[in-house]
């Protein structure tokens, strides 16, 4: 496999919490990232050598399979004191699987689902990240975080390669 890509926002985001961003800087994050989607997903595909289907959790499956197996082992993640965490590439691996997961649900709901960035309170944990927003429950996703964390708990032994699958049920039945 070739050096998988890195998820570097452009400067100086990249230097600084999304917390002190400006809301400029918060626009200019989720202008980059939504521009950045479909490559950062077939660099994805490509690595894995998995190309889509007809059907969103077919492919979110097959891919599933393949990352967790990867995010195991370097360059994905390394030893630390209290087991395995994500690297670097680890993040980027694992935040585009929230991508791949993010856009087939907006794919399946353009009328209802759509990208916005959180505003407030500054506490919460997405503050000035793009999140899908639009869900029956009025809840939002924020598919890097909410794949990171299931990334992390592969590698925890806490989940298995249905994690993305699952993450694109719960959200996909929460749309209308």
């Known amino acids: 496999m070739?050096?998988?890509?890195?998820?570097?926002?452009?400067s100086p985001l990249g230097s600084k919490s999304p917390k002190d961003w400006s809301q400029d800087e918060?626009?200019?994050?989720?202008?980059?990232?939504?521009?950045?989607?479909?490559?950062?997903?077939?660099?994805?595909?490509?690595?894995?050598?998995?190309?889509?289907?007809m059907d969103p959790r077919d492919h979110v499956s097959a891919l599933g399979k393949k990352v967790a197996k990867a995010l195991l082992d370097a360059p994905f993640s390394e030893a630390s004191a209290?087991?395995?965490?994500?690297?670097?590439?680890?993040?980027?691996?694992a935040a585009d699987m929230g991508l791949l997961v993010a856009r087939y649900i907006l794919h399946r709901y353009p009328n209802s689902i759509r990208w916005e960035r959180v505003r407030k309170p500054k506490s919460d944990l997405s503050y000035n990240l793009p999140v899908l927003e639009g869900?029956?429950?009025?809840n939002y996703l924020d598919p890097i975080a909410g794949s990171t964390a299931e990334a992390a708990a592969v590698l925890r032994g806490q989940r298995g390669p249905e994690a993305w699958v699952r993450i694109l049920e719960f959200w996909s039945g929460k749309a209308a």
């Open 2 to 10: 070739r050096q998988y890509p890195m998820f570097i926002p452009p």
């Open 26 to 53: 918060a626009k200019k994050y989720k202008d980059w990232l939504l521009s950045s989607i479909d490559e950062r997903i077939t660099n994805l595909e490509q690595a894995f050598d998995e190309r889509p289907t």
């Open 82 to 93: 209290t087991g395995r965490k994500l690297t670097n590439v680890g993040y980027a691996l």
């Open 135 to 138: 869900f029956k429950n009025g």
